[in-house]
């Protein structure tokens, strides 16, 4: 999927459900991944594959995520962006991830992002750690849309729930609206990208990282400027202190 920005006058960004018939009245969270799981396997066995095959060829790789997360079905435009989304097993996202064609309804799953900016006025940014997409740049906090009960009806819950874990700390925010919604290169779905200016400068930020719960995520922090945001729009990279990101 080639990235692709959805300019639009918004303020705001709302879910709406839409329920799969496998999952409708599935209330626990291990039924309705076990449930996903068995369809998926299903469909890929009439594909002429199978849940094992693609585990075993490092295609799905995420076994540890504990819940379920957003497949984006629909974007409509109005006063604010309204975004019709299905829950799915992280399973279907590492297809997407990896641009797996198997399937013929490939997923769009639902991330959100923060550009964090801190009390000097500049942005904060990422190295990733772990094990995918490791050393390059990232925009932190972010992660999946996780699939909740009771339902979330707004990006901004998991945001802020990012904070607590990457970043560890609650946001403590002068302001947070959302800048842009677009096609991720690096998902296969749909992100949605907020604003965030904090009462923190980066020195206490990168104190309280050195704490998160999600540390590991990211190998480490740094300071960027406008420009910098600039030229890794347009060309997918950065220097800063004369290194290459």
């Known amino acids: 999927m080639s990235p692709q920005m959805y300019l639009h006058d918004f303020s705001e960004v709302v879910l ?12 626990d969270v291990e039924e309705q991944r076990k449930s996903d799981l068995e369809l998926l396997d299903k469909e890929l066995r009439r594909h002429g ?11 799905i790789w995420r076994m540890k995520f504990p819940g379920m997360i957003f497949d984006v079905r629909e974007i409509d435009f109005g006063k604010y962006i309204d975004l019709k989304v299905s829950p799915i097993h992280p399973y279907r996202a590492d297809l997407a991830y990896r641009g797996d064609r198997t399937l013929s309804k490939i997923a769009s799953p ?26 390059k740049i990232a925009i932190i906090p972010g992660g ?12 901004l819950a998991t945001l802020f729930q990012e904070f ?17 919604v677009f096609t991720s290169g690096d998902t296969g779905g749909i992100n949605v990208l907020y604003l965030a200016r ?9 104190g309280k990282w ?36």
Do not use: C, M, W
């Not at 594959?49 to 295609?59: A, C, N, T």
């Not at 999946?144 to 990006?155: A, D, G, L, M, R």
């Not at 990457?166 to 842009?180: N, Q, R």
């Not at 904090?198 to 990168?206: A, C, D, V, Y």
């Open 164 to 180: 607590q874990e990457e970043l560890g700390y609650d946001f403590d925010g002068k302001a947070v609206h959302p800048i842009s």
């Open 144 to 155: 999946h849309v996780e699939y909740q009960q009771p339902k979330i009806t707004n990006p």
């Open 210 to 245: 050195k704490k998160a719960k999600d540390q590991d995520e990211h190998n480490s922090l740094f300071p960027a400027t406008y420009e910098n945001i600039r030229q890794l729009a347009e060309k997918g990279q950065v220097y800063v202190s004369g290194k290459e990101y």
């Open 110 to 135: 639902l991330t959100v992002n923060a550009l964090l900016e801190s009390s000097e006025g500049e942005f904060v940014l990422g190295i990733r750690g772990g094990t995918v997409e490791t050393g």
């Open 16 to 27: 709406t459900y839409e329920i799969p018939e496998h999952l409708q009245g599935v209330k």
């Open 49 to 59: 594959s199978s849940l094992e095959e693609k585990i075993l060829e490092g295609i």
């Open 198 to 206: 904090t009462n923190l400068n980066f020195q206490e930020i990168l």
